[in-house]
Every structure is written in C-alpha cells, then in structure tokens.
C-alpha cells in the first residue's frame, strides 16, 4: 500500500525557520515538532534572551532537557544539532541583536514563528507593550529584511478581541493608528499610557489583552507587504497525545488550579460552571499552526485562524472540567502530598466565594504557618494561597464569559490533508478521551514539576477513604459549632 507524503514536512525541506519564544510552552513543542517530524529541515535558529546570569546558549541546553525532548532524543539524537542559538531580546531596539546575527538571519531565514510574549496579566502596562507589541514591530522589521522568506507566522491570542460576541477569523480594526501609538511609547510614562488604553478601551480587563490586540494591528499594517499568518491559540492546555502525554511548561494556567485543589489546598473557585471550557491541548495547537502555515503557502489558504475546535465537534463546560479532574484525583492519582481531602468546589457567587475563601483558604493558611514558624521551617502557606486567588482572578476572564470563536480556518484544512498528514498533525476532536488526557496531565505534572513517584498511588487511595470521614466529619462539627454560636448569639440578643 501507498503511504501518502507527508506535505506539510515537505516545506521545511533545506529550509531554515527563525522561532521566537522557544523557553516558553508553545515555543517547546514547536521546535521539537519541527525537529522531529520535518527532519529534512535546513536549521532553527532560536532567539532567545539572556535570563538569570545564564546566556542563551546554556539556556538552549537547558531547554533540551526537558523531558518534552526525551522522544526526541530517542528517536533522532542528531536532530539537536539543527538548532542554533541567536542571543536576543525582543524588548531590546532591533531585537538586541548582534550585527553579525542580522545579517544571517536576514540571508537564511525561510519561516519565522514569533511565539515570544509576555503572557502575564498583571505586567505593567508599558513592559507588556514593550515586549508583546514592541518585540513584534521589532520581528516585522527583521521579517522585512530576510531575503528569503516565505512566511512570518504571528501567534496572537483568540482572547484579544474580549468585546467581540463571536470572535471571527478576520483581522479587526484598531481604534488608532498602532505605529503612532509605538511613536509615543518612549515619551509616554506608565500612567499616561494606562490613560491612553483606557481612553480607547474603557473596560480593558488587563494589561496583556491590550498588548497582544496592539501587537495584532501592527501585524495587520504589514499584511500586504509580507507573507502572513496570525494564529490564536485559546486557553493551552497540556498536551494530550504526543509528544508526552499530559506534559505542561509549568504550572502556571488551568493545571496550577488543578494541583491546587487536587492537594485540597484551593478549596473554592471563583467562575461560572455553565460556560464553554475554551481550552486546547498545546500539541493540537501546535499542529494547527503548522498545518495553517502550509495551507496558506501551498492552498493560499486564509491568513486569520482561530486554533480551536467548531461547538458541533467538541464542547465541555468548565464544570464538566473541574468535576472529571475531581473524580480522577479522588479515583486514580491522589497526590502524595495533600495538605486535606481534595474537595474544592465553584460559583459565580462573589459574596459566598469570599466567605468560603478567608474561611477556608485564608484562615488554615495563617494557622499552618504558625505551625511551620514554630517547628523552625518558612511559613509558606499564606503566600501560596496569595498566588491561588491572583490566579482565580486570571481565570476569571477566561470563565465568566460565553467566549465564541469562528474555528473554520483549521476544520477547513482537514478535508485537504492526506492520511500521513492528518495523522501527524491531528488538528480535530475525533477520539478525544478528556478523562485520559486528565491523568495523564495530572501525572506528568506529578512527576515533573512535583517529582512525585507514582508506585504511592495505591497508598494515598487508601488513605483518601479514611479522609473523606475525617473531612465529613469536621464538617458537620463546624456546622454544629455555627449554629451552636449562632444560637447563642440570638439568644443574647434578644435576651432569651
Ligand atoms: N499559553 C496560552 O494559554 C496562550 C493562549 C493564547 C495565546 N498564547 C500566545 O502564545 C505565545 C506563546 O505562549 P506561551 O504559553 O508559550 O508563553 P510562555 O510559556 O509564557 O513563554 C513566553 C516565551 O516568550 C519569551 N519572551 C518573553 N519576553 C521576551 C523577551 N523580552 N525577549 C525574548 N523572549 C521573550 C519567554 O522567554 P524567557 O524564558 O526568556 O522569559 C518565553 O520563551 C504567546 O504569544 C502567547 O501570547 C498563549
């Protein structure tokens, strides 16, 4: 039988891809996506910033252990050596990048994916812009002067167009000229800057939406003069099937809320349950913008493409989410780990949020530190509880909105994709388990970010059984001691 080409792989064939953001999530899989199934490719050239007295080369070594890499590593060891370093930082004039780098970049550069961003809400404003908005004019300049290219592949956010009741796949407009807005920026203090965006979007909601919106106009000035795609990714998810099951950069995002809760520290959320989960699997996402990228060079497929699936495909709430991640907590990987019996719970109830949260986060946080200042250890706790409700906050703005998206411009390439390619680059929902992609996020992130060893498992579930008693049972003691004061209470007052 006939085993059908791989075309995507085939135009990195004696190419050479300048990738921004490669320490990141999304930057990670990127890279070893390439590596791994395109492996006719010429180079990557990774631009990556100095960081903590580690130069960018020691980082890129870094980066390669990973355990994201270990696929890699078995199947293609040679690969690694098609990566080069290129020490620059997109904040800095022109990149900060040498003279040297410059020119080769702008002699071998083929594709450029611009991944590199902020992605923290509560930035001030003006680093957020000098990075996410700045970094981009920065790359279009540089795109400009690569000889060679063929594509710049512009990672956005489907989140940046929050005021939009279906976010389509179309390039919205800007309510000001973005260059002039760029002009101002080294004038302009943080203040006046926070005036300028709230002039132009009185409710903002933080400061990255505004940056990666800014970054969008200027890619869009520059949609007529070079090759380009802007993608936008939803919420990323850990990686569902290849190339580790489960993996996660960090546990920053939706997982960190899961480990929390799942270690019976987050005990309460702030969101509403009934809407869509609008969250995707990184290596999907990925996938997506590589099947994108060739779509528009070999099918002069659409340029905007939201990376997510249609609602007719897939659609789960953030309850079912949050009820199945319980039920495999509970069931079949209980951390080692648990501070009480993993039961958090979520509303939209501000008021019943709060109570529940100095109630049950605040409180036991101050008392557990007392207890650790007194045996001699570091109070830690209260902070980490500090961090739980910061990124509550974060999530809010993905889940108290029915966010919609136009998803065509991926489904669209499905039909046109060959057996090889469908199956290397899976972009769909068909045979999605959420429950195993769950486990396998929540055990990845046990054993990399929490290095905790599985063989206890079997342990902790037993443990749990016994906890779920203990856990009722001081909860009807609560209860009672409540009604017990309250009764008192009303009895004083009206002097009974
Ligand atoms: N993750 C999501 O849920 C999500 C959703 C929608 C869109 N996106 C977009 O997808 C892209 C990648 O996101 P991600 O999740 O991979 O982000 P991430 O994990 O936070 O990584 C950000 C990357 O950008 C780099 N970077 C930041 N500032 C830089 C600078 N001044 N110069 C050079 N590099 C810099 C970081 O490098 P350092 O290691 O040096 O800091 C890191 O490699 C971003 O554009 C983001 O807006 C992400």
């Known amino acids: 039988m006939n085993i059908p080409e791989d075309r995507i792989s085939g135009i990195y064939k004696d190419k050479s891809v300048l990738v921004t953001g490669a320490s990141g999530f999304l930057g ?14 010429k180079m990557i050239y990774v631009l990556i910033r100095k960081k903590k007295g580690m130069a960018a080369p020691e980082r890129l070594k870094s980066i390669f252990a990973n355990p994201v890499f270990d696929m890699l590593r078995k199947e293609n060891p040679e690969a690694f050596r098609k990566c080069a370093t290129v020490t620059g930082d997109v904040s800095e004039v022109d990149l900060g990048i040498s003279t040297y780098y410059r020119k080769l970049l702008s002699e071998e550069v083929d594709y450029i994916f611009h991944c590199a961003a902020t992605t923290r809400f509560d930035d001030p404003l003006k680093v957020s812009v000098q990075i996410n908005a700045r970094g981009t004019h920065y790359m279009l300049q540089l795109a400009k002067q690569c000889q ?19 976010v389509e796949e179309k390039i919205y407009e800007f309510p000001t000229n973005p260059l002039n807005l760029l002009d101002s920026l080294d004038w302009t203090d943080e203040e006046a800057l926070q005036r300028i965006a709230a002039d132009l979007f ?13 970054a969008e106009a200027l890619v869009a000035k520059e949609i007529n003069n070079l090759p380009i795609v802007i993608t936008r990714p939803v919420v990323v998810g850990n990686v569902c099937y290849e190339p580790y099951p489960g993996w996660a950069n960090s546990l920053v995002g939706p997982i960190g809320l899961f480990v929390a809760a799942g270690k019976g520290i987050l005990r309460i959320c702030y969101m509403n349950k009934d809407t869509s989960c609008r969250m995707f699997p990184a290596d999907i996402t990925i996938n997506g913008m590589m099947v994108k990228a060739w779509d528009f060079l070999e099918n002069k497929g659409h340029n905007v493409a939201n990376l997510y699936i249609r609602d007719e495909e897939f659609r789960v709430t953030w309850e079912d989410v949050i009820e199945t991640g319980k039920k495999i907590v509970r069931e079949k990987a209980p951390f080692n780990v648990m501070l009480w ?22 409180l036991p ?35 108290f909105k029915e966010w919609n998206f136009q998803a065509d411009a991926i489904a669209n390439c499905k039909p046109i994709m060959n057996e090889t390619e469908r199956k290397v680059y899976r972009i769909d929902s068909e045979g999605y388990d959420m429950e195993t992609h769950l486990l396998n996020s929540l055990r ?15 342990t902790m579930l037993k443990v749990l059984k016994g906890w779920y008693y203990v856990d009722r ?24």
């Open 365 to 399: 946080a101050i008392f557990v530190d007392i207890l650790l200042v007194l045996m001699g250890y570091k109070p830690a706790l209260f902070k980490a509880q500090r961090t739980i409700q910061k990124a509550g906050e974060m999530f809010k703005f993905y889940t």
């Open 341 to 362: 019996y993993p039961d958090g719970s979520i509303t939209a109830n501000k008021f019943y949020y709060l109570i529940n949260f100095y109630l049950f986060h605040l």
């Open 444 to 458: 990845a992130v046990k054993k990399i970010q929490l290095k905790e060893n599985e063989k206890y498992e079997g």
């Open 473 to 496: 049972l001081c909860k009807l003691l609560f209860l009672y001691f409540l009604g017990l004061y309250c009764y008192k209470l009303f009895c004083y007052i009206m002097k009974v």
């Open 28 to 41: 990670k899989l990127l890279i070893e996506k390439i590596l791994r199934c395109c492996p006719e490719v």
């Open 202 to 214: 009185p409710d903002l909601p933080n400061s990255y939406t505004f940056s990666k919106m800014f």
């Open 148 to 166: 060679k290219l063929k594509l710049f592949v512009h990672v956005s956010t489907a989140f940046a167009h929050y005021r939009e009741e279906i």
